[in-house]
């Protein structure tokens, strides 16, 4: 019970509405929402803190002559270093790139420092309302009153930072007003809760719309994301991280590893058992694909029975092809699909970055290459790119350009093969070969160009 009651307090101090009747989330899409709501604190700290410095300026100026003066001076000296000091910290952290999420501790940090601004402010009422002149009081009144309305304002997406800050305020007040004896001060104090509780309501409806409202873009943003067969990642979103791993490779030297995995036989089962049975299959290899790679290797279905694999950790050539003959090993078993017995046969291409290139195109040229070779030398076959293959890919590019006009340029031709019947002596059929004779080539065999 004690560590429940410790994991919800956790959960509120690091900005969970739920205890508000909140929408809920979860990581990791509550820590960019914690990104999101740190960084519309950040905008407005510099300007909160140097009101802070002005209102402790103003409160100086209010009491200044009075035996209060030297004790007021020492207490606005504490905010106008505090404030300083966060709003330069405020001013480094908001020019800075803006994280992609927050830690809880990071949130629960912020709360804290709101709530130790909002008890040195409420500290103010309680140690001079009492002793200070009706002029004094309004200034001392006017200012609480203003630094509840700006710590809400400040925290309005944070509702327990917002609380943190403004509570001690209004709790401070408070206890100043019921100490003095004065027939108005039942009438401010009803004004001052009063405007507490609207505020604080108005806080929690802003929160609680802007999380929503951030949860809503979150989803769409994934929906965007997202293969609607398979659910994995889809190519845009194997493009975004191609991108950022690139980057890393170019700013910090980082290697990474980019595996393209195709089921050789896929055409065979769609036409053979049908759309359905075929997207049937799709499914149960991503969730096959998931189960044999890690959580941080990002997988994606680029289209068909294509899916890539981008590694970022141990991306040494023996780790790599040990994943690899682990994904073509979690492919062996056959799936079963209504009813159905169905094998798998598959193949997968490697290229390295930096060694096969830093740029998205050449790297996924080199991955293609690398898995056309796989295909070509059999089922199971794991291949990485190598120099080599350039020339292949050259030649076989330049014969899939060539091919599409060899029809009409009359390069294409028949060859007959006869069948001989032997008991009889006698030629029963032919066999009708496709031939290609190329302009410089020369003669290309059928197993080069009909695949």
């Known amino acids: 019970m004690q560590r429940l009651s410790a994991a919800r307090l956790g959960d509120l101090l690091a900005g969970d509405l739920r205890v508000f009747g909140g929408p809920s989330t979860i990581e990791p899409l509550a820590g960019r929402i914690r990104a999101e709501q740190v960084s519309i604190v950040l905008r407005s700290t510099l300007l909160g803190m140097l009101a802070n410095i002005l209102n402790a300026a103003t409160f100086v100026i209010a009491v200044w002559g009075s035996p209060d003066q030297t004790k007021a001076i020492l207490w606005a000296s504490v905010i106008v270093v505090a404030a300083g000091f ?40 309680v140690l001079f309302f009492g002793g200070a002149t009706s002029a004094a009081q309004v200034v001392i009144t006017c200012l609480s009153a203003g630094m509840i309305a700006g710590g809400a304002a400040s925290f309005y997406t944070i509702p327990i930072a917002a609380i943190a800050y403004t509570l001690p305020i209004f709790v401070g007040s408070a206890v100043a007003i019921v100490w003095v004896e004065d027939a108005v001060n039942l009438p401010v104090a009803i004004l001052i809760v009063s405007y507490a509780i609207t505020l604080f309501r108005a806080v929690l409806a802003h929160a609680a719309e802007f999380t929503q409202r951030f949860i809503l873009q979150a989803e769409s943003e994934n929906a ?29 030297d980082g290697h990474f590893a980019l595996l393209l995995f195709d089921l050789n036989n896929f055409d065979e089962v ?102 056309h070779r796989a295909k070509t030398l059999g089922t199971g076959s794991i291949q990485f790119f190598s120099a080599n293959d350039d020339e292949a890919a050259t030649r076989r590019h330049a014969l899939e350009r060539d091919l599409a006009s060899a029809l009409a340029s009359d390069q294409l031709w028949l060859a007959f093969q006869p069948f001989l019947d032997l008991g009889s002596d006698r030629i029963r059929g032919f066999e009708a070969l496709l031939r290609w004779q190329h302009p410089t080539l020369g003669a290309i065999p059928p197993s080069e160009f009909i695949p």
């Open 86 to 125: 966060v709003g330069l910290r405020a001013r480094s952290s908001f020019r800075s790139a803006k994280p992609r999420s927050v830690s809880r501790r990071t949130a629960q940090n912020l709360v804290r420092n709101a709530f130790l601004f909002g008890s040195w402010w409420g500290a103010l009422p």
């Open 224 to 252: 965007i994301r997202r293969d609607v067969l398979t659910s994995l990642p889809n190519r845009f979103s194997f493009n975004e991280r191609l991108e950022n791993a690139l980057v890393d490779a170019k700013q910090f």
């Open 270 to 371: 769609n036409d053979r058992f049908g759309r359905a049975i075929a997207d049937a299959l799709l499914v149960e290899v991503a969730a096959r694909l998931r189960k044999s790679t890690r959580e941080s290797d990002g997988i994606a279905r680029l289209e068909g029975d294509e899916f890539a694999i981008i590694v970022t950790c141990d991306i040494r050539p023996d780790q790599i092809r040990s994943l690899a003959n682990q994904i073509i090993d979690g492919m062996r078993t056959p799936f079963m699909i209504e009813g159905r017995e169905i094998y798998c046969r598959a193949s997968i291409g490697i290229a390295l970055a930096p060694t096969d290139g830093l740029d998205a195109n050449q790297l996924l040229r080199c991955v293609d290459t690398a898995l």
